[in-house]
Structures are given as C-alpha cells and as structure tokens.
C-alpha cells in the first residue's frame, strides 16, 4: 500500500497570505497526485489533478507542484472561502487509491 | 449537469447488513470507474471499493475485504455496495465518486449517506 503523509496537520495562515501543503508520498507516483478541499458537511471537492492541473472553476489562486514523492499544494492570497481542509490523493496504483490524512488549514 | 446520490444509509447493530446505493446521471455511466470513500466521524478519507466502467474488474480495501460487494447495474445506472458483517469501525459517511477522464481523480462526487453500525 502507498502511504500518504501531509503536513503540517494544522496550519494557520492570515487571509491574504500565502498558504503550503505538503505530501509525501512512500514510494513514487510519478504524477498522479490528486487535491481535494473539503468544509464541513460537504462532499470533497477536486482541485488538483496530474500533480499540477487545476480542475475546471478552481481558482489560479490555487496551484500544485511536484513528481515521484514529494508534491505541494499553495494557495496564493487565501480568502475566507479557503478555510477548510485539504486532503492529497495517489492514484497510480489504480484504483486503489490512497488519501493523505489531511491539512487543516485555519484563519490566523 | 453530472451528479452522484446515494442513499441506503441508517442504523444497524453490528453484524448485521445494509446495501448502498449511488444513482448516477449527467455522464455515459458506463465509460467511468466508480468508487466509494469513506470518513468516519472526525476523520479523514478512505477509499472503501472501486469498480471498472465495464463491471468486471472489483477492488477493496483490506479492511472490507470478505464484507463488502461492490456492484453496478447499467440500466439504472447506479453503483450499489453490498456492507455484510457490519462492526463499529463501518460507522461513516460513504461517498460514491467518479473517475474523471484521464483517470483516477475523482471529479464528481455525491453528498454522502450516513451509516452507524450500533
């Protein structure tokens, strides 16, 4: 099984600053690097797929980097709306698909 | 518009069995994997089950493996999970979920139904 490890768990940034997620994962997978952000009681919601493209109506605010282990989330310029947690996802190993344990991210 | 809704969730004591269902319109329903993720309370996602376009080919975590049944019917264009032996641990929101184009991200995604083993 390919282990996902975000960090930090909780991040606490001031709305109009810029946010970075981590996540790690234990073996390559190349770029097939999913984010999701999900707000209490909803369903998770695509943000991020292929390591780096955003997903139809997400915001150039959001943006994703990375390959092999090691990929990053940032949100540029965080607005109250962003305020909620981020969960990465691998899914090379098809389709069983791994999900980090998430980033709170919290207003400061 | 794509949209997922499940249904089927509720209460039930452990050991017992419950069958979830996920109707599925706005897309060719059988050209998408379909998945379930679960999240129990305070926690994070876990994906539960997966089920090709064509039906053929199952997958399961390790940790339903046995239990659960994962299943789909074309015509009503609707994936079911089939939850036997049900233990606390089962207690969760399942969400079902579709692959998007390029494969293994999950872009739709239903609201969830709630299950409580108790």
């Known amino acids: 099984e390919i282990v996902m490890t975000q960090s930090p768990a909780t991040l606490s940034v001031s709305p109009g600053d810029r946010a970075t997620l981590s996540c790690r994962a234990s073996?390559?997978?190349?770029?097939?690097l999913a984010w999701y952000q999900q707000k209490p009681g909803q369903a998770p919601r695509l943000l991020i797929y292929?390591?780096?493209t955003r997903a139809t109506g997400v915001p150039a605010r959001f943006s994703g980097s990375g390959s092999g282990t090691d990929f990053t989330l940032t949100i540029s310029s965080l607005r109250s709306e962003d305020f909620a947690v981020y969960y990465c996802?691998?899914?090379?190993?098809?389709?069983?698909?791994?999900f980090g344990q998430g980033t709170k991210l919290e207003i400061k | 518009e794509m949209q997922l809704l499940e249904s089927g969730g509720g209460l039930v004591q452990p050991g017992g069995s419950l069958r979830l269902s996920c109707a599925a319109s706005g897309f060719t329903f059988s050209s998408y994997t379909l998945t379930w993720v679960r999240q129990a309370p305070g926690k994070g996602l876990e994906w539960v089950s997966g089920?090709?376009?064509?039906?053929?080919?199952?997958f399961y975590a390790d940790s339903v493996k046995g239990r659960f049944t994962i299943s789909r019917d074309s015509s009503k264009n609707t994936v079911y999970l089939q939850m036997n032996i049900l233990r606390g641990e089962d207690t969760a929101v399942y969400h079902c979920?579709?692959?998007?184009?390029?494969?293994?991200?999950?872009?739709?995604w239903g609201q969830g139904t709630t299950v409580t083993v108790s």
């Open positions: 089920i090709s376009g064509s039906g053929d080919r199952r």
């Open positions: 073996q390559s997978v190349s770029s097939k």
């Open positions: 996802q691998q899914y090379d190993n098809w389709p069983m698909y791994t």
């Open positions: 292929g390591a780096s």
């Open positions: 979920a579709k692959d998007g184009a390029l494969g293994g991200y999950m872009d739709v």
